[in-house]
């Protein structure tokens, strides 16, 4: 009997053989803008194995505007949104906190919250019943994106390097709420639950690997763990090269880990975390998937295959179909990955 997509992801992130290798597709409305036709048919020939829960957030006041739109975008959080290119989003040009003065006052969005949880959890569990994709939670924590958002990036990093009481009120307050929020998700019948944050420049960190042990890890293991108390996995997005802390999301338990791997070198990650982590793609969005060649995206799966592709699992087949990227080399990609099981690929 085939695979369900469920059965597929699941195979793949305990290591149990999934009958391939599973398929997600990420979109930005750009790509719906530009190659409707093309990505109507990506979606026939390599239907994705992932499905999101339904959106039970509750509306919030503080939202204004669209924020895949040109021009400013007010999330739930007050935080405000510059964007100059239609179907992609934009960036914070003035931090909600300048200063940290006003911190104590600052409260995040606990009114978008379900106000009637049970209710929720009735149309979570009705949507992920009727479907046999692996579904994912709504909602995705990301601590240290949101300080920056709300402090701005460069008086973020002098925070973490100050260390000052009010800014770990902050973070732990940004916390508290991304807390309170998985504390609904993993009492829904989701197969998994989300964070995210991105760590890496092009070739390290953005801050020490000692003070991302210090402030962060700990903040990442209480998702790992809560999502792990209630058998859910647990998925992390992450850019750059953040080859020095994948031990430690390893170490703490995180189940797929979405990051550049093109940023990276694919020995070392292999050897650090083969086996014990499943790769949640991707393949390059900087060179690779913008290419007029697809040959090119069919040689990036191939370089992946080989460092880190098992038959027992440990693989899914994720890329970013945005902002440039070429439909054809995207389903060059897609298709590749549809015959590495029958290549041979050593594991």
């Known amino acids: 009997m085939s695979q369900t997509s469920r059965e597929i992801v699941r195979r793949a992130l305990t290591f149990g053989r999934p009958e391939r290798v599973p398929r997600d597709l990420w979109l930005l409305p750009w790509a719906e803008i530009h190659f409707p036709r093309e990505l109507q048919e990506i979606r026939r020939r390599f239907p994705p194995d992932f499905a999101s829960a339904p959106t039970v957030s509750q509306p919030s006041s503080r939202i204004v505007g669209d924020p895949y739109r040109v021009g400013r975008y007010t999330d739930e959080w007050g935080c405000t949104f510059v964007n100059i290119q239609e179907g992609a989003i934009g960036e914070v040009r003035e931090p909600l906190l300048p200063s940290l003065e006003g911190s104590a006052r600052f409260r995040?969005?606990?009114?978008?919250?379900?106000?009637?949880?049970?209710?929720?959890?009735?149309?979570?569990?009705?949507?992920?019943?009727?479907?046999?994709?692996?579904?994912?939670?709504?909602?995705?924590?990301?601590?240290?994106?949101?300080?920056?958002?709300?402090?701005?990036?460069?008086?973020?990093?002098?925070?973490?390097?100050?260390?000052e009481d009010e800014a770990e009120r902050l973070l732990r307050s940004i916390q508290d709420f991304y807390m309170r929020e998985l504390e609904f998700w993993v009492r829904t019948d989701v197969d998994g639950v989300r964070f995210m944050d991105d760590w890496g420049a092009q070739r390290g960190l953005l801050i020490s690997p000692a003070s991302w042990r210090e402030i962060f890890k700990p903040l990442y293991k209480e998702y790992c763990d809560i999502a792990h108390a209630h058998g859910k996995f647990i998925f992390m997005h992450s850019d750059g090269n953040i080859q020095e802390i994948l031990p430690d999301l390893v170490e703490i338990g995180v189940d797929a880990l979405n990051s550049q791997l093109f940023c990276m070198d694919l020995a070392v990650i292999a050897a650090q975390a083969k086996g014990r982590i499943t790769f949640w793609g991707e393949i390059d969005r900087q060179h690779v998937l913008p290419s007029p060649d697809p040959g090119a995206g069919r040689r990036a799966v191939r370089e992946v295959a080989r460092h880190l592709y098992d038959k027992s699992g440990g693989i899914i087949a994720q890329l970013e179909f945005g902002l440039a990227a070429n439909p054809a080399t995207v389903s060059a990609v897609y298709d590749e990955w549809e015959r590495i099981p029958a290549t041979g690929t050593p594991g």
């Open 108 to 163: 995040p969005p606990y009114e978008i919250l379900p106000s009637d949880p049970g209710r929720a959890r009735d149309t979570v569990n009705r949507a992920s019943a009727a479907t046999e994709k692996f579904v994912l939670s709504d909602s995705c924590a990301r601590p240290w994106e949101r300080y920056q958002f709300i402090r701005g990036s460069q008086e973020a990093l002098m925070d973490v390097a100050s260390r």
